[in-house]
Nanobody, 124 residues
Framework: QVQLVESGGGWVQTGGSLRLSCAAS????????MGWFRQAPGKEREFVAA????????YYADSVKGRITITRDNAKKTVFLQMNRLKPEDAAVYYC?????????????????WGQGTQVTVSS
C-alpha cells in the first residue's frame, strides 16, 4: 500500500513563506511524477505544481509562477513545495499526489495516490 504523508502547513501572514513536504512510502512504488493541488472551501481542487520524477522537469499554474517552487529528493521519495510571497487567495488545503504513468500533470485524474492534505492559512 502506498501512503503519501504531507507536512508543513500552517498559518502565515500575507507575504510570508511556508514549505510543504510530502513523503511517499512503499518499497516498490514507481513514481512518474508528483504534484501539488489545492482546494479552498466551496471551490474545486486545482493544480498548483508538478515535477517529473526522472528529469526534474517542473510545471506550474500561472497563478503561482515566480512565487512557488517544487523540488524533489529522489532517494527519499519526497517532494517539497516552497511557497513565498503568499497571498490570501493561496489559502487552501494542499494535497500532494503521485502519478505512476505519464498523464496530464494538471489533471487530478492522472494521479493514482493522494495524501490527506495539509491546511495553509494566509491572513491579510
Amino acid at each position: 500500500q502506498v501512503q503519501l504523508v504531507e507536512s508543513g502547513g500552517g498559518w502565515v501572514q500575507t507575504g510570508g513563506s511556508l514549505r510543504l513536504s510530502c513523503a511517499a512510502s512503499a518499497r516498490t512504488f514507481s513514481i512518474y511524477a508528483m504534484g501539488w493541488f489545492r482546494q479552498a472551501p466551496g471551490k474545486e481542487r486545482e493544480f498548483v505544481a508538478a515535477i517529473a520524477w526522472s528529469f526534474g522537469i517542473t510545471y506550474y499554474a500561472d497563478s503561482v509562477k515566480g512565487r512557488i517552487t517544487i523540488t524533489r529528493d529522489n532517494a527519499k521519495k519526497t517532494v517539497f513545495l516552497q511557497m513565498n510571497r503568499l497571498k490570501p487567495e493561496d489559502a487552501a488545503v494542499y494535497y500532494c499526489a503521485a502519478e505512476t504513468m505519464r498523464g496530464t500533470y494538471s489533471y487530478t485524474g492522472s494521479y493514482d495516490y493522494w495524501g490527506q492534505g495539509t491546511q495553509v492559512t494566509v491572513s491579510s
